[in-house]
T-cell receptor, first 111, second 117 residues
Framework: QKEVEQDPGPLSVPEGAIVSLNCTYSNSAFQYFMWYRQYSRKGPELLMYTYSSGNKEDGRFTAQVDKSSKYISLFIRDSQPSDSATYLCAMRTGANSKLTFGKGITLSVRP | DGGITQSPKYLFRKEGQNVTLSCEQNLNHDAMYWYRQDPGQGLRLIYYSQIVNDFQKGDIAEGYSVSREKKESFPLTVTSAQKNPTAFYLC????????????????FGPGTRLTVL
């Protein structure tokens, strides 16, 4: 079993839809959880960061962590064509900054 | 402008050749990283460096080498020993390694796409 599993996609939704992106993990030592957005042929950029369990909201984006289920989610409300990108979940333990990434899911938002 | 630059953007290599990918940052970050990304794969850590003149192997270091002679620079050499080097290579940096248990964001460069002919 891989340490981090991410829904494979690709995912295509109409503009305005609510999008749910998910990752599961097996290492209970992970404490820091991140979502990166990567546009085609570009480097990833940090979108959301959450420490431990709970929800964090930033505009149209909500990151959710459920440590008891080892499950994290990113919700995108009122999705826009500019949200079309690959989304990577990543996580790390508290000991160092070695990030473990999911494979990424490519999202396409149709106008 | 502060940030991370990588060059070249595209690189072609013949089999048996060594090539060096450049990574420069002006963010005054101590820690730097090299990742490899393959289609449908997440990022995999090749090497990382906490401080000048020090670096550690990541998960897939075989066939790669690095140096860290200056704080701003962390070049990656893909050697002929790397069996499948065609990939997208990403450099990143962060303030430090987060050894104090604090989160610190990794900032990524724009990447170099390496193709072996």
């Amino acid at each position: 079993q891989k340490e981090v599993e991410q829904d494979p996609g690709p995912l295509s939704v109409p503009e305005g839809a609510i999008v749910s992106l998910n990752c599961t993990y097996s290492n209970s030592a992970f404490q820091y959880f991140m979502w990166y957005r990567q546009y085609s042929r570009k480097g990833p950029e940090l979108l959301m960061y959450t420490y431990s369990s709970g929800n964090k909201e930033d505009g149209r984006f909500t990151a959710q962590v459920d440590k008891s289920s080892k499950y994290i989610s990113l919700f995108i409300r009122d999705s826009q064509p500019s949200d079309s990108a690959t989304y990577l979940c990543a996580m790390r333990t508290g000991a160092n900054s070695k990030l473990t990434f999911g494979k990424g899911i490519t999202l396409s938002v149709r106008p | 402008d502060g940030g991370i630059t990588q060059s070249p953007k595209y690189l072609f290599r013949k089999e048996g050749q060594n090539v060096t990918l450049s990574c420069e940052q002006n963010l005054n970050h101590d820690a730097m990283y090299w990742y490899r990304q393959d289609p449908g794969q997440g990022l995999r850590l090749i090497y990382y460096s906490q401080i000048v003149n020090d670096f550690q192997k990541g998960d897939i270091a075989e066939g790669y080498s690095v140096s860290r002679e200056k704080k701003e620079s962390f070049p990656l050499t893909v050697t002929s020993a790397q069996k499948n080097p065609t990939a997208f290579y990403l450099c990143a940096s962060s303030i430090d390694l987060g050894l104090r248990g604090t989160h610190n964001e990794q900032f990524f460069g724009p990447g170099t796409r390496l193709t072996v002919l």
